[in-house]
């Protein structure tokens, strides 16, 4: 006789969640199939890239940032055991693979990425379309700003700012005035208590002048411009409960890591319950595992997603359906990681509903951005910004693509 507990299990989970393993085979679209993985590193004058490139049976290949070259060989062995010969269009049943399988949140998250370009090409449909369509025509985004070297304490200066930004429609500045302040170099700026999860006190001087920087901030811009502290996880909670309590008044946008989520996710939740201002934080955190707990304790209303920990766009979107489920935002962080896993963070704004703005500093594709920060292009055709905010492209897959012609080293992984 069938033992019905059984058969009931394996009609609800299904024959490869029996196994441990999801089939990837399973909902196959085509006989495509993952034919190879390759790793490119792109140059030109003194910086690098490397990039991810999957390639299908039909020729059409996908790309993702890769940042973790080190560990490139192992990538190339969970290829050949769960990638090739598999059907490209299974995202999701490779995800779940790979996430049981245990391999690197940022490996499974370059996968992920390329595989959804790669299927946005297969298909000739940018990948917003394949995330469930597009919610918004355009995506706000926003930067680190703030006066000259020079005119750091100037009252003036940060007024300036304020007036100059107010001139530009959506636009929001973001500035940690902790670490400003600690770049004088000439005066105290933490009190000497450490606490139990690292965090630390500031001195009333470094209080003050957090308070004198959103206040000629507001002074200069009215309500014309959203304001944002990246706090980068320096304070303890009773540091960041005293500093926010003199900024309320000036309506930030939020306050980013006031204390560290990686230490301590509670002392979080403290700030939170004690202040007005909008706590974000996520960062340092990976996959859904740690935004799960995050939302769980309340300990932000707005998640930063970095993009490249979260586990490509199949479990950025599942982080964003359980924060939506919770009234909370989605604002992804962004600093330096290639501008491919920055169009595919715009990709998943498109398409998530409860998105507040995305972060767009260091992309080194922008031509109207720092020269510094900007000096090389490496895609076909550059990322374009109109003021504070960004419409995609429209084209197949992310969007955007990396110049071949830059290549001057392609590995085999598998």
Request: contains cysteine; charged residues 25%.
């Amino acid at each position: 006789m069938t033992n019905r507990r059984n058969f009931l299990k394996q009609s609800v989970l299904g024959a490869g969640a029996i196994t441990g393993l999801p089939r990837l085979d399973l909902a196959a679209q085509s006989s495509d199939h993952i034919a190879a993985l390759e790793l490119l590193t792109l140059k030109q004058n003194s910086e690098q890239r490397h990039v991810l490139k999957i390639i299908s049976s039909t020729g059409t290949a996908g790309y993702a940032d890769f940042p973790d070259l080190d560990y490139a060989p192992a990538l190339g062995g969970v290829a050949r055991e769960h990638l090739i010969g598999a059907n490209p269009f299974a995202v999701e049943a490779i995800w779940s693979t790979m996430r049981r399988a245990g391999v690197l949140c940022s490996h499974r998250t370059a996968v992920d990425y390329a595989l959804w370009d790669l299927l946005g090409r297969e298909t000739g449909r940018p990948v917003y379309e394949l995330l469930g369509g597009p919610v918004r025509d355009r995506i706000r985004i926003y930067y680190y700003g703030k006066p000259p070297k020079k005119q750091l304490e100037n009252e003036d200066a940060w007024r300036a700012l304020g007036r100059d930004l107010a001139k530009q429609p959506g636009a929001v500045v973001k500035v940690d005035p902790w670490l400003v302040y600690e770049r004088f170099g000439d005066r105290k700026v933490w009190e000497d208590t450490v606490y139990e999860s690292g965090g630390r006190m500031p001195t009333e001087e470094n209080i003050k002048y957090n308070e004198m920087v959103f206040r000629c901030l507001r002074e200069g811009a009215g309500d014309k411009v959203d304001l944002i502290h990246g706090g980068h996880g320096q304070c303890s909670a009773a540091g960041a409960i005293a500093t926010c309590k003199p900024l309320e008044k000036y309506d930030l946008l939020w306050i980013e890591e006031p204390t560290a989520a990686t230490s301590s996710m509670d002392e979080m939740a403290e700030v939170a319950a004690a202040t007005t201002i909008p706590i974000a934080t996520g960062e340092n955190l990976q996959g859904l595992d740690d935004f799960t707990r995050l939302i769980d304790k309340r300990a932000a209303s707005i998640l930063n997603l970095s993009p490249p920990n979260v586990g490509g766009l199949t479990e950025a979107r599942k982080i964003a359906s359980l924060a939506e489920m919770r009234g909370l935002q989605i604002a992804p962080h962004f600093f330096s990681y290639g501008p491919l896993t920055w169009v595919a963070m715009a990709n998943l704004c498109m398409a998530t509903p409860n998105v507040l703005i995305l972060e767009a500093n260091t992309l080194r594709e922008n031509p109207t951005g720092p020269k510094g920060l900007n000096k090389n292009q490496f895609f076909k055709e550059p990322i374009q910004f109109d003021g504070y905010y960004f419409k995609p492209s429209g084209k197949p897959g992310l969007g955007y693509e990396y110049d071949e012609k830059f290549v001057v080293s392609r590995k085999r992984l598998a």
